[in-house]
């Protein structure tokens, strides 16, 4: 049994128990969040403490962090100095100093695992997508295109610690949008021409509610990207057109239900014969099993004693990089705020 401590105690880090809870090899052990009034231990001997620097003193095989973008960073650091396997939910920390910090310190620790909370990699539309493009059955990607938007930045009466800056680093583009990105990393490769146009003229916080990216790699695939937060209609679409066909991702499943159902819709095309209306299947998905998946390929990583090869460290800061990419690449954005190229970042 491996034990398990949680550190943030948010709607994330209570899904994460629910994963711990079913899994046949995780026991949990202890939970910290700043919101307990004291520490206390319940029937069920689970400690609770308000301070995650006393989590740290248990003897835990694995922490989960669910902490807020300026402290998990450094949470994650000192657990993998207490000798402690980490899970840590994105985005990584604030910037890319952040994630870089992290990476030096893992590099010290090398029988140690530490794994980034991408989950939309493990929903099972996404999986099926990817299987398809590996196949090479529709050829190369042509071009992608994501739209991933809610209808603002502060929901399920959550603290408003995500629009502010010194907190968050960044608005919807980092907190929402960061998934959006990694898929299409993912799908696509790296992404290194990009040029974007970054907005916050609508909510007025001091972090973007809109950002618009256009963007290409180095083999020539273009990618398009709109994270919005002035998505009344919340929307999570991602379409890949390749040289025989596309693949459409429409909806993602969540716990509010309101990205609609999750869909996969697989297009084969014959353009000399098809008339733009060619042949399509949909493939409708009603159950999310994405967050026990996840946890238990992280619980396979360190019981076979295998790297992480999906959700990695590298993968955290890639992503980071392109988002600070998107910073970057609006002028006006960047002068705003100071922003340096993430190519520039030792």
Known sequence: MLKVGIAGYGIVGKRRRECVDLHPKMQMVAICDKSFNND????????YYNNYKKILLEKLDILIVCMTNDIAPKVTMDALNKDMHVFCEKPPGRNVSDIIKVINVEKSHPNLRLM????????DAVIKAFDIIKSNKFGKIINIRGV????????????????????????ILLDQGIHMVDLMRLFAGEFYEVYSYISNSHWRYDVEDNAYALMRTKSGVVGMLHSSATQWRHRFNLDINLERGSIILGGILSSTKSYGAETLTVVSADPDNDNGDPMEY?????????????????VSYIAKGEQVSSGTSEDALMTMKLVYKIYYSDSNWREKYNIESSDKVE
């Open 148 to 171: 991933y938007g809610k209808s603002k930045m502060i929901s399920f009466n959550q603290p408003n610690w995500r629009t502010s800056r010194e907190i968050s680093g960044g608005g």
């Open 116 to 123: 980034y909370g991408f989950n939309h990699r493990y929903h």
């Open 40 to 47: 206390r231990i319940t029937d069920d001997g689970i400690n």
């Open 282 to 298: 949909t493939t409708k998905y009603n159950k999310d099993e994405s967050w026990y998946r996840e946890i238990d390929k992280f």
